[in-house]
């Protein structure tokens, strides 16, 4: 999945060292003195589960929210945990609890996490669920993250589908197909599915054509970034809903299956029909299916 | 004209109260918490409820571009469960600091028994502590004694008055809350509170200053147009704009602006629920969109 093999050691080195260097960019954001000794001193003082939730909790009393800016360095280092990572889609006060949750202990940041996770508002939701990927033990909140996608909150939701890498690093495929059903479902931006081409299987093709054909039976549209999962898996069966889609679809709906067929073994029939090829990638389409709304 | 519904139980409502409630020039609402028509038995359901309050309902209210607050405390009926009350006041310091809340109650007396006094007493402490103003829940029953025993209460722990909702008011309390400094809220409420012109009579007779109006809409028979139309009444009766708007939105911003986690910016553009364009002055409506047909009486159901 990731080129760049670390050995265990590595890996504990270099979150420690990102545990240090946000913290050390969390100070560097914060503006006025009154939050930068705060803040000092809570990091410290996490040890006793009170004291973590009120310091959580206090943050955003406590800190001038604001956008952040960070330094390349880190910037490189969250990106190679997190390819999807943007500093633009964090606040001070998200990247300040980032690095409370980082500096807990792992031996018992789970209990933690998980209790206040049950008990947090929706901010609090998105900024644990954005966050859980960059932790040293990641993988122990699975099943907290497969939880978590059943929310019909918006933002949680996206929090745990957009730009984050978890889902595909650490999801089995049937998890990663719900997660990716509901986005269709909640009619989000499937572009911004990290990995969302590597992860395509035969399975979620079978699920989607099924869901094509229930939303056609009950004479509403599908989404055209529906299509991008499935290509790669066409058959005689997708064949014709493929072409029905360019003949009785408009737009980008027609745009995508033209899109699938094109790449596909089916491509002869594009040039029998006289029908010409696209040159928008995937997000591309994804983006101008969203621009109304993101 | 806009308003602000500062009482109303939202997850007792539905989507078409959300709509309404827009469409009237509701733009702000809080949701204190209260009991839901039947004793909770487990501290379980305390918590679900109370997360209930600063997440999903915030969401649903937002899908209708109504911003959404609470306040959060152990209601006095409930707080007669004494074993039952006392873990329920363990969850209250993990709730008071969520984003959305905007003070500690509605507290106060039902049948001011011990035991309600007991946890009234724990929680006016709890707000001094994280400095959150308080809603206080004026009884039904006696209510005039209730009220004047929850302002002495008040006092003896030395509550500022300004930072103190009392709610529930009618005629034979309204004086004795203003005069002591506190704000006075009335709830219009079919046949068990105030009715609205009742509430316009109140108006006349002691101007807008530190009064509230609210609807307590909830599980039972009443009304979540209620500031509203109650304000179209009082125009219709010649009370001042100026003096509807203090009483039908102003008033209640000032008095929970005191929390620091309510602010008119959290709504004039518009509300969103995407973290994402928190900073980027994005103001669309995101998620499902509030029903799009005009409210006839047709019988199709919209695909």
Known sequence: ?294 | MKFIDPHVHMSSRTTDDYEAMQKAGIVAIIEPAFWLGQPRTEKGAFKDYYSSIVGWEPFRSSQFGIKHYCTIGLNSKEANNVPLAEQVMELLPLYAMKDNVVAIGEIGYDDQTEAEDRFFRAQIELAKEVNLPILIHTPHRDKKNGTLRSMDVLEEHGVDPKMVIIDHNNEETAKAVLDRGYWAAFTIYPRTKMGSERMVEVVKQYGSERIIVDSSADWGVSDPLAVPKTAHLMLANGIAKQDVHMTCYQNALDAYAQSGNMKESDWVDGVVFDQSTLFGGNSVLRGQDPKKGSGTDSDIVEN
């Open chain 1, 1 to 294: 999945m990731n080129q760049i093999a670390l050995t265990g050691t590595q890996i504990v080195n270099a979150k420690t060292n990102l545990k240090l260097e946000i913290y050390q960019s969390c100070l560097n954001n914060l503006k006025s003195e009154l939050a930068v000794s705060w803040f000092t001193e809570k990091v410290k003082d996490l040890s006793s589960t009170s004291s973590f939730y009120l310091a959580f909790g206090m943050l955003k009393r406590k800190v001038d929210d604001g956008p952040i800016s960070i330094y390349e360095g880190l910037n490189a280092e969250l990106k190679r945990i997190n390819p999807a990572f943007s500093h633009t889609k964090w606040t001070l006060v998200e990247f300040c609890r980032l690095a409370f949750l980082l500096h807990l202990d792992s031996s018992d940041n789970k209990a933690k996490i998980c209790t206040l996770l049950a008990s947090s508002d929706m901010k609090e939701q998105v900024v644990i669920y954005k966050s859980l990927q960059y932790l040293a033990n990641a993988e122990d909140f699975k099943l907290e993250i497969i939880d978590g996608i059943r929310t019909n909150m918006v933002d949680v939701f996206d929090a745990i589908a957009s730009e984050n890498s978890y889902a595909f690093k650490y999801f089995s495929e049937d998890a990663w197909n719900h997660m990716v059903l509901k986005a269709i479902f909640m009619e989000r931006p499937i572009y911004r599915i990290y990995g969302i081409d590597d992860k395509k299987n035969a399975k979620l093709t079978g699920i989607l054509q099924d869901f094509v054909h229930e939303r056609w039976a009950a004479g509403r549209a599908v989404t055209p970034e529906l299509w991008r999962m499935i290509s790669g898996f066409e058959n005689d069966s997708i064949f014709e809903d493929l072409k029905k889609t360019v003949k009785s679809d408009t737009g980008l709906g027609k745009t995508a299956a033209i899109k699938v067929l094109q790449e596909s073994s089916y491509v002869s029939w594009l040039a029998d029909e006289g029908i010409e090829e696209t040159i928008l990638s995937w997000n591309e389409i994804g983006l101008q299916v969203n621009q109304s709304t993101d």
